[in-house]
């Protein structure tokens, strides 16, 4: 009998809280996977129309995924709030402002892939309320460093579905099996290599980037003789890294000048990961990211993650 979520309910101390949780993250990725495949006959590609606060343009399906999202969290019942990248405020779900969890979430990662049927993904991570249960969820709630983390993960909508998760006793992947309709335990206990791999960054900024990151690539091209892959969705670049080795960085630019990915939903969940899969999560001026202390929901910061030998030659 093949292991499914519910095996998450055995590991460790959080284990048996967080399964119902990554449960409705499970059920919202298979409803966006099914909107993701028919999205062409719905006239679901493009963009919505309006912006994220991050200034971008809002895809429909950013949207669309977002309002899924947020509908499995309310239906596990242990979700007080959720902090999404497609949303500027802190959503409280009502029914549901006693419950000890919120959940951080980029809802679909590496949007810009979708007009060209690349990979896309789902970020989330898991907090325990700081404020009374018996008190409104606040964003405050949400501004917890990585360090205090109970659970997080990625889905990956590739050529198959696989959800990515830990609850803080190492990294499972599971892979949705459409013939039972359920996620099974298809990579356990993964690992990320300490030889060979690749470096993934898009290198069309290099010019432009600060900490003087362009010589220090150039260093560890170098040193290792690394090849390049690089997809442009970070759930796909990480999870590439995670199994073959390697380092994935988006330094800080002239753009983009504290970074371009997200603290809270796209670098806390994914340096989780990759340091329960014994690799190394660095931020700059040498700061572990899950040590940053954040300050605001949607905060930027430049990121440096992968196999700690790599990430080690590359920030010198
Ligand atoms: P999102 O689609 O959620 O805004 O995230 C996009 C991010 C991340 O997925 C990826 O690593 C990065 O943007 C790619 O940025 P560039 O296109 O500038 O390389
Ligand atoms: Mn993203
Ligand atoms: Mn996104």
Redesign the pocket.
Known sequence: MPLTLNNIAKQGEHGSTMMPVIQGVGRAAIEIAAVLRGAVFRGALGGAGSENV?G?QQQLLDVLSDEIFLDEMRSTGFVCAVGS?EQEELLVIEEYSHADYLVLV?P?????NLDVDGPVGTIFSIVKRKTANADRPHVSDTLQSGREVIAAGYVLYGPSTMLVCSVGEGVDGYTFNPSTARFELSHGNMRIPETGGYYSV?ES?ADQWADNMGAKLENLKAETGLGMRYV????A?MHRTILKGGVFL?PADSKNTTG??RLLY?AIPMGFIMEQAGGKSMSSDGVAVLDLQPEALHQRVPVYLGSTTKVDILLG
């Open positions: 991050q971008e990248e980029d679909l990662d590496g949007s810009s898009n900024n442009g969705a970070m759930v670049d988006y371009k990915l796209e």
